[in-house]
């Protein structure tokens, strides 16, 4: 990461710099002060305490990260939608995890996005911002370093990273455009779903209808808050599952995964705060299943 600096940061030292306008987190200043990490002042090695004039370019390297013991790299067919020397966005197909687990040690983005990082020499490991359930598709915004995933975390809590989704939800919706607003918890009689309940945190789903079907509806879905299974939790509290959601009453006649795809990622660049969008289309089997589902 690189800095040309301006005429009213002149006169900070580069300690100041990084923790004010860099952002840098106290754990990441300590890594880039190790001895793995470098710190250039007009391609000089500088220490921290040095102060920083109009003009000068700094820049840092930050020391390689360990890869965690389930980690490794495997090359898989990832379809990059956007990359830049400090963010990946992925468009994530069906049926592949974001994250390897003892149930699935290989086949997950992270492995791939691994490799792809040893190809292009990214000495990092893998941050994931923005995940997606195994069977949801689309979307995932992936930060290349530790400070970019610590800034880009922080976008997170100022709600600044936003994702729309299209789902395709049984029966139709009355409204053309409205707001779920209703508590989700965990289901007691399960380890993995979730239901809405008094005692459960407050969620917000904002959607729009975007193309009715025969018994179906396509809607576009965009999150005020971000917990876990909230779309296909929601639909389904106000009796409009997600085709082939079976967890949350959905059937699967159509399509043999939930009906769930984030199609466009809004953000601001963790080095440049340059508003960033990127958008993808409806993935094959969805289109597939409204073409069926429109016939029918």
């Not at 709600?159 to 607003?181: A, S």
Request: hydrophobic share 35%; charged share 25%; proline share 5%.
């Amino acid at each position: 990461m690189k800095w040309t600096i301006k005429n009213e940061q002149a006169g900070m030292l580069i300690r100041d710099f990084l923790q004010q306008v860099g952002g840098f987190s106290r754990r990441i200043l300590i890594a880039a002060k190790s001895d793995k990490g470098n710190i250039l002042l007009n391609e000089v090695r500088e220490t921290v305490r040095a102060q920083l004039k109009a003009g000068d370019i700094l820049e840092v390297q930050l020391p390689p990260e360990p890869v965690s013991k389930w980690l490794f790299p495997e090359q898989l067919d990832l379809t990059i939608e956007y990359e830049d020397e400090a963010v990946l966005v992925i468009n994530k197909p069906p049926g592949m995890p974001t994250l390897p687990s003892p149930k699935y040690k290989s086949g997950t983005v992270a492995n791939g996005v691994l490799a792809h990082y040893e190809k292009i020499g990214n000495p990092h490991t893998i941050h994931i911002v923005t995940r997606l359930d195994k069977d949801t598709s689309g979307l995932l915004l992936i930060a290349k370093d530790r400070l970019s995933h610590s800034l880009l975390a922080k976008s997170q809590q100022r709600f600044t990273i936003n994702r729309k989704y299209m789902t395709i939800v049984e029966g139709h919706m009355d409204r053309k455009e409205g707001k779920i607003d209703a508590p989700i918890g965990r289901n007691p009689a399960s380890i993995v779903e979730r239901m809405v309940t008094d005692t459960g945190k407050r969620a917000v789903t904002h959607y729009k209808v975007k193309k009715r079907l025969a018994e179906h509806t396509l809607v576009e879905v965009e999150l005020e808050t971000g917990r876990t299974h909230q779309i296909r939790v929601h639909f389904s509290y106000i009796n409009h599952p997600l085709l082939g959601d079976d967890l949350y009453g959905g059937k699967k006649d159509s399509l043999n995964r939930q009906a769930l795809h984030c199609h466009e990622i809004r953000f601001l660049h963790p080095f440049t705060g340059k508003a960033l969008t990127v958008v993808t289309d409806l993935p094959e089997d969805m289109v597939k299943a409204m073409n069926q589902l429109s016939s029918d």
